[in-house]
């Protein structure tokens, strides 16, 4: 599975963004798609994940009420919709696909190569 993530961006705070994270190779239908972060100096950290059947989902403090994760199925695409942007949320966001369904980045079998996201104050 190759995924390709895109839609980072430089927005001001309280802007709003969506990222795109397209898979190729093989369909996604089985696994669970994530949305990870990592900002300078912190460790990646697991912001969103959903089942492509789309009947689980978790967000982290951080991202709930704020950030919204879904798929489309026929398109074999994961979205990450961010609302009400923070400074904070500045970070390189990555895609990911796991046959488990977990936060720990290191249960995820293949990433994407990284979008970076920027917030300004």
């Known amino acids: 599975v190759q995924l390709q993530a895109s839609g980072g961006g430089l927005v001001q705070a309280g802007g709003s963004l969506r990222l795109s994270c397209a898979a190729s190779g093989r369909t996604l239908s089985g696994y669970f798609m994530a949305w990870f972060r990592q900002a300078p100096e912190k460790e990646r950290e697991c912001v969103s994940r959903i089942s492509w059947s789309g009947s689980r989902v978790y967000y982290s403090d951080s991202a709930k009420g704020r950030f919204t994760i879904s798929r489309d199925t026929a398109k074999n695409t994961v979205y990450l919709q961010m609302n009400s942007l923070k400074p904070e949320d500045t970070a390189v966001y990555y895609c990911?696909?796991?046959?488990?369904?977990?936060?720990?980045?290191?249960?995820?079998?293949?990433w994407g190569q990284g979008t970076l996201v920027t917030v300004s104050s």
């Open positions: 990911a696909a796991s046959d488990v369904y977990a936060t720990s980045p290191a249960v995820y079998k293949y």
